[in-house]
């Protein structure tokens, strides 16, 4: 299945789940709201037509600095840019960031027998960021999902064990989003240098 | 009065040369082991250290290692017992060597009408001896492991104490086999009994007689010294070992046991096993060819001669653990004890039956 | 706990308890940074908890922080093991992004350098898993073999380990003079010592022993897990990147995918014994076809224009080669075409950097390296997202990128092989025994690179 | 130089000969530095002969503490706990550039150098260091031993004093 007809596949099983999608390069992506997520998580599973049994990998998108990020440039448009090159299909433009939304929770799916893959991203509020936990659908979500609320700061549902991963507990904040400052330091022990 | 000295000199000078002797092995051992697994591996291996621009190969090194060791702090972790900490390593040690005493390294020497027996302890029931000893140093790595207050270390002192068991009885049963062939426990008499040759040209060593029991005496003998591949309780990569928590001469006395065990092991496969200082087709007078040809020896050629292929038996069996120990990887725990009771156990048991019921048909001669 | 496990006290006879152990961080087979609580109860296992991150490195942040051929250092010490696989898919991740292709060539390179990562990869796992079951020479015997394919890649790319050979749109350089016969000559050093590492293990009853039946993991559980790979392989599920989403030339070489039957310890050392295998044989094939051409190349005229002979070019008036950049000369020299440059960027696709010759040699080639590498400078790609998998040493090795325009990644994010399974750790390590931990943590191959970023 | 001083002088030099010559090291391996301290251990380069190819890991038995590779902010008081409970005389080597300094790891995550946390006697930079650089370290390490004598104190450490911060 392409990536036109698997969102086309999607979008007439989930009318409403199905906020919005492209496939920018190649990559089917389909935006879904999180209320939803779940039982799209289910059916892409088990359903014969999508057979999604890999959830490769799950992560997150802070983009409360898209468009407002400081060029180091000494002119904002400094840099070489690039345009596609004829070959490789670019009819349809990158959409852009789910406009309100801060986070957007990023899920990369895999289909072993009909080898197509999909991501699925859904748009989640700085003030209520909790999403349900897809640990009952694949085991691999165990792990990265506490890799996300460690590095972001979102939360999911239903998760067994949601504690932090790569930071210890002591850590305050969440690093990977916008807002932390690169070299901000909280050592255990040792000076902050 | 005099004859008292004389007899108490004469059994130090014996005690003495053992005592030299397995303690410069056991660290000669070290450097050969560093050399032998260097060529193993393709390396050159310790080289380095020199005395006034003298490198010697390397054989400097071991002794780089002693002098480091016993300038080396010494840490007796808190919560820990104190006292069993100490004992613990002088323990191992001490049963080490003295398991040596009843090893006879040669034959008699006759001076005039004094007769020095080659054995630093002449014990009736030494291999029972020996094997009692080898038996206690194994508290030494039990009260090793419990004294140190260590997840580690407990796990090596209990994994040494189940391995221990098993493989003694397997050892012991081996044994029997021999004990019987030769009808004595004494060592030197089972050395002696080992003279002579079948149809003329087979040395009457005992792995002609007992080949199986060499075997099974060979790997439980192996596992007694905790080598790889029987090394869990030390097991490197996964609990560090019962000495984990041992630092400095401490650590070294753990390490030298280590050795001397080896080498005692050589020691008792070679006296049992190899003729001990047996020379094929060489008696008291001279060597007795199967061809018929004679070549008479002195009295002193003959003694030493036994004592230095006693040397060369126990070395070559030293290189052999070495060469297994850089061959091969480790048993697992279920896997040492099936090997133990359900391998080695059956085997001995029916070769001492096997025996007996040769011998009662052969009349008691092997 | 389920309390029929635990064994309770029984009046008159001693009292059992489950003893906690600690391995790791610092521990001998941990590699450095794991910490594995495990409860015992004698030597079983009877639950374990895995504790990751010793080794953040925050590599994700800084990525955001550098521009697009700054990442490529960064890649290198995420499976620092087999740095190629990562430099080449995160490049093939950018070009994705840029809508970039490169040459032939370029593509060969990077399927004989990710190849032979590959192999290095295997070794180390190999060699380490069985040192770590006391079979130390065939460690060093490993160690050496990748020390012969290491003096191969300090040969093309000048460095051992932290290679940073891929660059956007092509890798850093071509090949050099006597690869080939070097190279034939490290792979029959491998072969010599596969052959010995095979003798010394594939049949050695004790190896056998402590490896069959441990560690097992069925297909359905390692695909839930997200575990691709030989791991995965180990189980018996085919999949692999370079055969079913095929990218480079991959789908142009003859290769067997092995697959196990058990999913245990033993069925994934035999996996990896039968991959270096493989890959020695990609690397022959790629030897044998790889066609001459450019490696860095401007994919609109099919070759590069160096600098210096564009500029004996324009002094011939032969400007064909140049025309096609459309410059725009600025009349006034203050300035005032200002806003056009802009335009005159958006025609160029040469985003790879120029040779060392040019740069030293020639303006053009010192600007375009400036304006690739200077701070704040380097490629603008457009805005999006894109996914680029490859199959990394451990399983599929995947790159999500996504990019705001600007000179540096808005977001890298790396889907790491070993993290998914190290997750599933736990479920392996329950019911075996402690000297199980070892060679089963051995088998998952963990790079704390990679698995803590 | 006193008599007195004489004995004492020879001791120091037999002690510092051996010491040097019998280098148990610890490998604190954590990342990318590990591959190179590998191949140092192993057939090409072989740091045994210089008599420093018996890996302890056991803190309490080894000579040397080798910290091979990042230390991040979690794994700091891990190897402020090694190192306590290594026995004296003991000595540290840093190992790669991101031990040294913290490398290009100039984040939230990473320390900036192991000498903010313990005293530093060899620095050996590199990302990560060949394994003729870490040979070099090594021989350096041996002529640092080698002075430090009996009863000596170290020679001052090159670091900054690790001020426990918590």
């Known amino acids: 299945m392409n990536a036109a007809s698997l969102i086309q596949a999607l979008r007439d099983r989930f009318p409403h789940a199905v906020q919005a999608a492209h496939s920018y390069r190649g990559d089917a992506t389909v ?68 406009a309100p939304a801060r986070f957007v929770v990023v899920c990369h799916l895999f289909s072993l027998p009909l080898k197509h893959r999909l991501r699925i991203e859904i748009p989640v509020e700085e ?22 609320w460690d590095m972001f700061g979102i939360r999911f549902h239903g998760h067994p064990n949601l504690k932090r991963i790569l930071m210890y507990d002591e850590f305050v904040g969440h690093p990977l989003r916008k807002d932390y400052p690169v070299n901000k330091r909280q050592p255990l022990i040792g000076p902050i240098n | ?99 040596f005493a009843g090893i006879p390294f040669g034959d008699r020497l006759v001076l005039g009408d004094r007769i020095i027996e080659l054995q630093p302890a002449k014990i009736d029931i030494a291999l029972l001896y020996i094997f009692a000893m080898l038996s206690l140093g194994v508290y030494g790595v039990i009260l090793a492991g419990f004294a140190s207050r260590n997840n580690y270390a407990m796990l090596g002192g209990l994994r040494a104490t189940a391995q221990m068991i098993s493989y003694e009885i397997a050892l012991g049963i081996a044994i029997i086999g021999i004990v019987m062939v030769y009808g004595t426990t004494d060592l030197q008499e089972i050395v002696r009994g080992q003279g002579g040759n079948y149809w003329g040209w087979i040395p009457r060593w005992g792995i002609v007689v007992q080949p199986v029991a060499f075997f099974v005496f060979l790997t439980a003998a192996l596992a007694e010294t905790k080598r790889i591949p029987f090394d869990l309780p030390e097991g490197e990569s996964e609990i560090i070992g019962y000495f984990v928590e041992y630092s400095g001469m401490k650590f070294g006395m753990f390490f030298l046991t280590d050795f001397l065990e080896t080498i005692l092991v050589a020691c008792l496969a070679t006296t049992l096993f190899f ?58 725990y279920d896997q040492l004890m099936n090997l133990g009771w359900l391998g080695l156990f059956p085997i001995s048991v029916a070769n001492m039956l096997v025996t007996a019921v040769v011998l009662q048909l052969t009349g008691g001669r092997p | 706990m389920d309390p029929t496990q635990t064994p309770k006290s029984i009046p008159g006879e001693p009292e059992t308890r489950e003893m906690l152990l600690n391995v790791g961080p610092a521990h001998p087979s941990m590699h450095g940074i794991i910490r594995i609580i495990a409860k015992l109860d004698g030597e079983q296992v009877l639950d374990t908890d895995v504790e990751i991150g010793f080794l953040h490195r925050g590599f994700e942040k800084m990525a955001e922080t550098v521009d697009y051929n700054g990442v490529m250092p960064y890649t290198d010490r995420l499976n620092y093991v087999s740095p190629l696989i990562n430099n080449v898919g995160y490049c093939m991740a950018v070009e994705k992004l840029l809508g970039l292709s490169v040459p032939e060539r370029c593509h060969y390179i990077r399927v004989i350098v990710s190849e032979i990562s590959r192999i290095t990869d295997h070794l180390t796992c190999v060699g380490a898993g069985a040192m770590e079951l ?66 010394l ?39 692999d990147v370079r055969k079913d989403c095929p990218y480079a030339v991959y789908d142009r070489f003859e290769f067997d995918v092995p697959v196990g039957t058990r999913g245990d310890n033993y069925d994934r050392y035999l996996v990896r014994m039968e991959e270096m295998e493989q890959s020695i044989r990609i690397v022959e094939q790629a030897l044998r076809d790889i066609p001459p051409g450019p490696v860095l190349a401007n994919p609109e005229t099919g070759r590069p224009i160096p600098a210096a002979e564009m500029v004996d070019e324009g002094k011939m008036g032969r400007i064909a080669g140049i025309v096609d950049h459309r410059a725009v000369i600025d009349p006034t020299l203050e300035g005032a075409a200002k806003s056009q440059h802009g335009g005159i960027e958006a025609g160029e696709k040469r985003v790879f950097l120029p040779a060392k010759e040019d740069t030293y040699g020639n303006i053009e080639g010192l600007m375009q390296h400036f304006k690739l590498v200077m701070y704040g400078h380097g490629i603008r790609p457009p805005k999006g997202e894109v996914y680029f998998p490859v199959e990394g040493a451990n399983g599929e090795l995947g790159f999500y990128v996504v990019s705001d325009g600007t000179g540096s990644a808005y977001r890298v994010r790396v889907r790491p092989p070993c993290f998914a399974i190290m997750a599933a750790l736990p479920k392996l390590l329950v019911g075996d025994m402690i000297a199980d931990i070892t060679p089963t943590f051995g088998s998952i191959n963990m790079i704390g690179g990679e698995l803590d970023r | 130089m006193s008599e007195a001083g004489f004995f004492t002088t020879r001791l120091d030099e037999a002690v510092g000969w051996a010491r040097k010559f019998s280098i148990f090291q610890y490998p604190f391996v954590t990342a990318c530095c590990g591959m190179e ?82 005293p530093v006697d060899v620095y050996i930079p590199g990302c990560p260091p060949r394994p003729e650089y870490v040979l070099d370290g090594l021989m350096k390490l041996q002529v640092k031993i080698q002075e430090h004598g009996v009863s000596g104190a170290r020679s001052a450490p090159e670091s900054r004093p690790a001020e426990l911060v918590r």
Not at chain 3, 209 to 237: C, H, N, Q, W
């Open chain 2, 275 to 332: 003729g001990g200082w047996q020379v094929p087709y060489l008696i008291s007078d001279g060597f007795h060819f199967p061809w018929g040809a004679v070549l008479p020896v002195s009295q002193w050629t003959y003694v030493l001669l036994g004592v230095t292929s006693f040397s060369i038996k126990v070395l070559v069996f030293c290189f052999l653990f070495m060469q297994i120990r850089w061959t091969l990887p480790r048993f697992r």
């Open chain 3, 134 to 199: 006391g079979a130390f020479s065939v460690f060093l015997y490993m160690i050496k073999a990748r020390e012969f394919l290491w003096e191969l890649v300090e040969m093309v790319t000048g460095a051992r380990l932290t290679v940073s050979y891929c660059r956007v749109g092509g890798v850093k350089g071509d090949l050099p003079e006597g690869f080939e016969a070097q190279c034939r000559h490290a792979l029959q050093e491998t072969r010599k010592v596969l052959k010995e590492a095979d003798a």
């Open chain 1, 127 to 148: 003030a209520d960021a909790e999403v349900d936990s897809l640990t009952s659908v694949w085991a691999s979500a165990n792990w990265l999902e506490r890799e996300v």
């Open chain 4, 37 to 118: 301290y590998m191949a140092t251990a192993c057939s090409h380069y072989d740091v045994d002969r210089f008599g420093a190819g018996l890996p302890r890991f056991s803190p309490r038995q080894a000579d040397v503490l080798f910290v091979v590779g990042t230390i991040s902010h979690k794994m700091a008081p891990v190897l402020k706990r090694i190192y306590d409970q290594m026995a004296e005389p003991k000595w540290v080597v840093a190992f790669g550039v991101c031990t040294c300094t913290g490398g290009f790891y100039d984040n939230y995550a990473t320390v900036m150098g192991i000498d903010t946390i313990i």
């Open chain 1, 31 to 98: 935006l879904i709201g999180r209320e939803s997520l779940l039982e799209v998580a289910r059916t892409l599973k088990e359903d014969p037509a999508f057979q999604m049994s890999f959830l490769m990998d799950l992560t997150a998108v802070d983009f409360s600095a898209y468009g407002k990020k400081r060029s180091p440039a000494f002119f904002a448009h400094s840099g070489v840019a690039v345009k596609p090159s004829p070959e490789i299909p670019d009819e349809e433009p990158w959409p852009g960031p789910p």
């Open chain 2, 1 to 99: 009065m005099t004859d008292v000295m004389t007899e108490v000199a004469i059994k130090l000078a014996v005690v003495f040369v053992m005592f030299f002797g397995v303690m410069n092995l056991a660290g000669l051992h070290t450097w050969i082991e560093r050399k032998q697994s260097a060529i193993i591996q393709d390396r050159i291996g310790a080289n380095r250290a020199s005395i006034f621009g003298f490198r010697l190969m390397g054989l400097l090194h071991p002794l780089a290692d002693a002098v480091k060791m016993f300038t080396k702090e010494d840490l007796v972790p808190a919560g820990a017992d104190k006292v069993l900490h100490t004992l613990a390593p002088a323990f191992s040690v001490f049963f080490a060597l003295v398991a």
């Open chain 3, 201 to 239: 293990l594939t049949r050695n009853r004790i190896f056998v022993d402590r490896m069959s039946g441990t560690g097992k993991i069925s297909a359905e559980d390692a695909i839930s897990y997200g575990i691709t790979g030989p791991f995965l392989r180990g189980s018996g599920v085919a999949y």
